[in-house]
């Protein structure tokens, strides 16, 4: 049973373009969201994560919108680069859990120079 | 700093043999996750250590899957009489769990190709 969803499952944008990845989830009980990357042959890396009482946080070109209401969260990407081009994943955890990471099943992004 | 290796990146084991996955955390992460990523899959939730404890095993797939962490630092994840179906990328995470500090880090994986 998949508790998030996500989508597009790939996404090709211009250089200098955004990129937008959307996650919807069900279960109220998550209370951690991180979004990771994945490059090929590599291991995830954590880009940026958020809580639900937060609707908006940015790092650098990275930002992640969260709807509380709506159970959505979304990663944008802003002046997508060639270098950008993976595998994007959402994730969340569950309160009172082990903390263990349920992902979403990803969107492969590909940036054209 | 040293993130999170584990050895080897490449096993290649033939169908029944038994395989050992080792994971080195960063240096004084306190919690160590275990997932399983089939290609073009996100990762799935395997098992999780706290210290020397594992506190939670919901996710291993059979009873052919173990893991340990015997001192709290190096993990290992062990396999017995592999299947096909084991083939796949496995990856550790560890993290510090201080305060309200969820982030998990990654390791490279090892994949596994059951033949």
């Known amino acids: 049973q998949q508790q998030v969803k996500q989508s597009p499952q790939s996404l090709i944008v211009q250089k200098g373009g955004i990129s937008i990845i959307n996650c919807a989830y069900e279960?109220?009980?998550?209370?951690?969201f991180p979004w990771y990357q994945q490059f090929p042959g590599k291991g995830p890396a954590l880009l940026i994560a958020?809580?639900?009482?937060?609707s908006e946080k940015k790092e650098g070109r990275f930002t992640i919108s969260f709807n509380k209401s709506a159970k959505q969260f979304s990663l944008h990407i802003m002046d997508s680069q060639p270098g950008d081009s993976a595998t994007y994943f959402c994730?969340?955890?569950?309160?009172?859990?082990?903390?263990?990471?349920?992902f979403g099943s990803g969107t492969q992004l590909t940036v054209l120079p | 700093g040293a993130g999170v290796s584990q050895s080897p990146r490449y096993k290649v084991a033939k169908r029944g043999q038994d395989v050992a996955l080792r994971c080195d955390p960063i240096?004084?992460?306190?919690?160590l996750f275990w997932y399983q990523q089939a290609l073009g899959q996100g990762p799935e939730f395997l098992t999780y250590?706290?210290?020397?404890?594992?506190?939670?095993k919901s996710g291993l797939p059979s009873d052919r899957f173990f893991a340990e962490r015997p001192e709290g630092s190096v993990s290992t994840l062990k396999i017995q009489r592999t299947q096909q179906e084991d083939s796949a990328v496995y990856l550790c995470?560890?993290?510090?769990?201080?305060?309200?500090?969820?982030?998990?880090?990654f390791g490279p994986g090892t994949r596994l190709t059951v033949t």
């Open positions: 958020i809580r639900p009482d937060v």
């Open positions: 995470a560890s993290s510090l769990e201080r305060g309200d500090s969820y982030e998990q880090y």
């Open positions: 994730a969340h955890t569950e309160s009172g859990s082990a903390r263990q990471l349920t």
């Open positions: 250590f706290q210290n020397e404890a594992q506190l939670d």
């Open positions: 240096s004084g992460h306190v919690s």
């Open positions: 279960n109220t009980a998550f209370d951690y």
